[in-house]
């Protein structure tokens, strides 16, 4: 029996600093893809201007520079935001457990309620029976199921490769 059954999910992914916000790294883009009724729904991002700069081994990876967050919003004015459209949906992700490190330290730091409620599709990989991937990687697993995630690390395109992967392998996993 499949237990993925609510209505809608919103999946979610983080492009951060670097790895720790107990040492100061700080989110400079969260993405959002909606999944309705097993359809893929709304999908974006936003840059957010983080207080410090972006290392240059950050905008290596992700492709975000000091210049394209200048003028963003602080995750002061989004993450509020933020929180209220979540609601008590569940979230999924692809590595929840660094991306709800970041997501519940800052909404500690903001006074808001922290996200609990989540799937975690790394997880669901290693219960997957017919996943031969070599590793649980994101890129690893498109690249199995046929996914193409166009932008890699960044926010709006790895949450639409995680809807996608969600939704072909949550009737696999028991």
């Given at each position: 029996?499949?237990?993925?059954?609510?209505?809608?999910?919103?999946?979610?992914?983080?492009?951060?600093?670097?790895?720790?916000?107990?040492?100061?790294?700080?989110?400079?883009?969260?993405?959002?893809?909606?999944?309705?009724?097993?359809?893929?729904?709304?999908?974006?991002?936003?840059?957010?201007?983080?207080?410090?700069?972006?290392?240059?081994?950050?905008?290596?990876?992700?492709?975000?520079?000091?210049?394209?967050?200048?003028?963003?919003?602080n995750l002061e004015t989004v993450l509020p935001n933020f929180r209220k459209y979540?609601?008590?949906?569940?979230?999924?992700?692809?590595?929840?457990?660094?991306?709800?490190?970041?997501?519940?330290?800052?909404?500690?730091?903001?006074?808001?309620?922290?996200?609990?409620?989540?799937?975690?599709?790394?997880?669901?990989?290693?219960?997957?029976?017919?996943?031969?991937?070599?590793?649980?990687?994101?890129?690893?697993?498109?690249?199995?199921?046929?996914?193409?995630?166009?932008?890699?690390?960044?926010?709006?395109?790895?949450?639409?490769?995680?809807?996608?992967?969600?939704?072909?392998?949550?009737?696999?996993?028991?």
């Open positions: 029996m499949n237990k993925y059954t609510d209505d809608k999910y919103i999946v979610v992914d983080l492009e951060t600093t670097g790895l720790d916000p107990f040492s100061g790294c700080e989110i400079i883009e969260i993405g959002i893809t909606e999944i309705v009724n097993n359809q893929i729904g709304r999908n974006y991002s936003r840059l957010i201007k983080p207080k410090g700069i972006i290392p240059s081994h950050i905008t290596s990876i992700t492709s975000i520079s000091n210049d394209m967050v200048k003028d963003a919003e979540v609601g008590d949906t569940t979230i999924i992700a692809h590595n929840a457990k660094f991306d709800l490190k970041f997501l519940n330290y800052y909404l500690d730091l903001l006074g808001l309620e922290p996200i609990n409620n989540h799937i975690c599709t790394l997880e669901m990989l290693k219960k997957c029976k017919s996943y031969k991937g070599k590793n649980k990687k994101l890129a690893t697993a498109c690249e199995y199921y046929n996914i193409v995630n166009e932008h890699a690390h960044r926010a709006n395109s790895d949450t639409l490769a995680t809807a996608k992967l969600f939704l072909a392998i949550k009737d696999e996993v028991e």
